[in-house]
Each structure stands twice: as C-alpha cells, then as structure tokens.
C-alpha cells in the first residue's frame, strides 16, 4: 500500500502548495489533450443548419503543431534553466523523432476508425506484446505475477471490444484499419523509448532529450508536408475555422505542459508513483469520452475497463514489494513517455 499511499499523498498535496498546483495543472492538461483530440479527429467544423461543415484530415499537421511547442518551450528551458553539459551526437536523436512522429500520426488516424476508449485501452495492453517479443527473441523470465497481470489486461481489453456496441461510422473493414493503426503506435511508442533509453546513457537531463527529439520532429514533418503540399492546407484550414485553430493551439500547449510533467513527476516521486496516476488519468479520460462523445460502454465493458487498470496497478504494487525486498524487477515499460 506505500506506493498507493504516496501517489494519494501526492494528489492532496499538489492542491496546497505553488509548485503541486502547476503540477495539478499539468494533470489537467492530459485530460484536455484526450477530449481534444477526439474533438479534432472526430467531429465536423463550421457546422450550420444547410452545410454539414467539413473534418479536419491531416494528422502530420497537428503533430508539426504539437512537436513546434514542444520545442520552444523545451528551448525556453534549457536556456534559462542550468542543464549538464551536452554530449550526445545530435544525430543519434532523428531516430527517436522519426519513431515519435509515426506513433503520433498513427495515434490521431487510429481515431478516425476507432473510439477513443479502445485507443486508450489499446496503450494500456501495449505491455503483452512487449512480454511476448521478450520471450521469444531474447529468452527472458518473467514472474508469475507479470503472466497474471497481462492475462488480465487480455481479459479486460477482450470484454471491452468483445461488449460494446459498434460506433455509428464503424465497419469490420475500417475496425481492422483502427486496429492495425493501434498496432503501428505500440511499435513506433516502443522503439522511441528503448531509444530514449540508450541516449540517456550520455547523462542528458530529460528536457534536453525533449528537445532534440522534438527539432528532429519538426524538420521530418515540415518536409514530409511541403513534399506532399499538406502544409498551406491546413494553414489554410485554420484560416476557414477560427475554433479549430484555437482547439489545435490548445492541444499542442497540452502536450508541451504534458511533456514537462511527466520529467517533473518522475523526479519527484519515481516512476512507480508515476505509473499510478497515469494510470487513473486514463480511466478518467475514458469516462470523460463516454460522457462528452456519447460512446455506449456496457456493464460487461466497464467491467472490463475495470479490470484492466486494477491490473496495472497490481503491477506496479508487485515492483513496488520486489523492489523493497532487494529484487530486480524486469524491466517491461520504460518509465519515460511522450504525448
């Protein structure tokens, strides 16, 4: 119970001091990210009684969007806050840049075909494959809790998809579309952290990483939308629709703040401590979804939803009574994610 009693602690003591308020903010931010994105990927704008308005389509736009924030305000950091010495090879981060752009394109398009509360419930069970590969490419062992915990996950994700009634624009073909989508996200997520991962080896603090990762973003995606002449469209989009730009203006300061706060909560309280209230976060964004998007989650799926975080957050209770015995827990999930 120590590291659910140090995440509730965590909570109550962000609303009575400057620094956990920014911090709560923060919070709050991820859950205007979610509602927003579904938003911008999902419904119509310039909507009136004798036009249906028009959808919002290019995804590398809202990415070049998020990653441009990102960057100046990582920028901003580092210039008026003392960082250690840099010594990684600038190139080694355009590979983490281009991962990270492809997981953030397949997240967005993934929403044109699925719901957001099966997105979210997707990233949660991203740990079964990653245990999958571990044991048949590199032979590793896992506990037996590690076996329980994602056979909940799989159970939980399976009552979710296998209860819940098909989205009004849902078909098999485009569900398979979502889903194999979802899959690109997982794989692209999972390479950018393992190589975020190695880079740390050469003792960056976490917004230098956001940094490089982010101006590598933004020169992969810049070129990829004048090469396909996206970029003057969606600027041009936003022109035609002053509360479109003002959602995707909103989501990219909360992928920014976003960003910050994970740097600031891992180093605050840890990982494990992190993993916990990311954890309800996403069970909340779920719930906000359902209410403001009118998505039908039956007593069987929310069961299932259920299920799922209860297991993840066995997992982390179970690294957390390893850890104090002296034990190593493998190490499945970097602790370290992007927005």
């Known amino acids: 119970m120590l590291l659910a009693t140090q995440a509730l602690w965590y909570l109550a003591t962000s609303w009575c001091s400057t620094s956990g308020g920014r911090t709560i903010w923060r919070q709050v931010s991820y859950l205007t990210w979610g509602v927003l994105q579904e938003r911008v990927m999902t419904r119509n704008y310039g909507a009136t009684a004798t036009s249906p308005g028009e959808r919002f389509t290019d995804s590398q736009f809202l990415v070049l969007m998020n990653r441009v924030l990102a960057l100046i305000v990582a920028g901003l950091y580092c210039l008026f806050c003392k960082q250690p010495r840099h010594g990684?090879?600038?190139?080694?981060?355009?590979?983490?840049?281009?991962?990270?752009?492809?997981?953030?394109?397949?997240?967005?398009?993934?929403?044109?075909?699925?719901?957001?509360?099966?997105?979210?419930?997707?990233?949660?069970?991203?740990?079964?494959?990653?245990?999958?590969?571990?044991?048949?490419?590199?032979?590793?062992?896992?506990?037996?809790?590690?076996?329980?915990?994602?056979?909940?996950?799989?159970?939980?994700?399976?009552?979710?998809?296998?209860?819940?009634?098909?989205?009004?624009?849902?078909s098999p073909a485009t569900t398979l579309s979502g889903l194999i989508l979802l899959a690109g996200y997982i794989a692209f997520d999972s390479f950018t952290s393992n190589w975020q991962d190695a880079l740390f080896a050469y003792k960056m603090s976490s917004v230098q990483m956001m940094f490089g990762v982010n101006f590598f973003s933004c020169l992969f995606t810049i070129g990829?939308?004048?090469?396909?002449?996206?970029?003057?469209?969606?600027?041009?989009?936003?022109?035609?629709?002053?509360?479109?730009?003002?959602?995707?203006?909103?989501?990219?300061?909360?992928?920014?703040?976003?960003?910050?706060?994970?740097?600031?909560?891992?180093?605050?309280?840890?990982?494990?401590?992190?993993?916990?209230?990311?954890?309800?976060?996403?069970?909340?964004?779920?719930?906000?979804?359902?209410?403001?998007?009118?998505?039908?989650?039956?007593?069987?799926?929310?069961?299932?939803?259920?299920?799922?975080?209860?297991?993840?957050?066995?997992?982390?209770?179970?690294?957390?009574?390893?850890?104090?015995?002296?034990?190593?827990?493998?190490?499945?999930?970097?602790?370290?994610?992007?927005?």
């Not at 397949?106 to 571990?134: D, H, N, R, W």
């Not at 969606?234 to 022109?239: A, E, H, Q």
């Open 88 to 170: 990684a090879p600038m190139y080694r981060y355009s590979f983490a840049s281009l991962s990270n752009v492809l997981s953030s394109w397949c997240q967005y398009e993934a929403l044109k075909f699925v719901s957001f509360p099966t997105q979210v419930l997707a990233k949660a069970s991203k740990v079964i494959p990653v245990m999958l590969m571990g044991k048949l490419v590199s032979r590793r062992s896992y506990e037996h809790w590690e076996y329980l915990t994602a056979g909940l996950i799989s159970i939980g994700v399976s009552m979710f998809l296998l209860s819940s009634g098909p989205e009004p624009r849902s």
């Open 224 to 339: 990829s939308l004048l090469e396909q002449g996206a970029l003057l469209e969606g600027t041009r989009f936003m022109g035609r629709h002053s509360e479109f730009a003002a959602h995707a203006l909103l989501l990219s300061i909360c992928s920014a703040c976003g960003q910050l706060f994970i740097f600031y909560t891992i180093g605050q309280f840890g990982a494990a401590v992190f993993t916990i209230i990311m954890t309800l976060r996403q069970a909340f964004a779920i719930l906000l979804s359902c209410l403001l998007y009118g998505h039908t989650v039956t007593v069987v799926g929310g069961l299932g939803v259920a299920v799922v975080f209860a297991a993840l957050l066995l997992r982390v209770y179970a690294r957390g009574r390893l850890k104090q015995r002296g034990k190593k827990a493998v190490p499945i999930e970097s602790p370290v994610q992007k927005v």
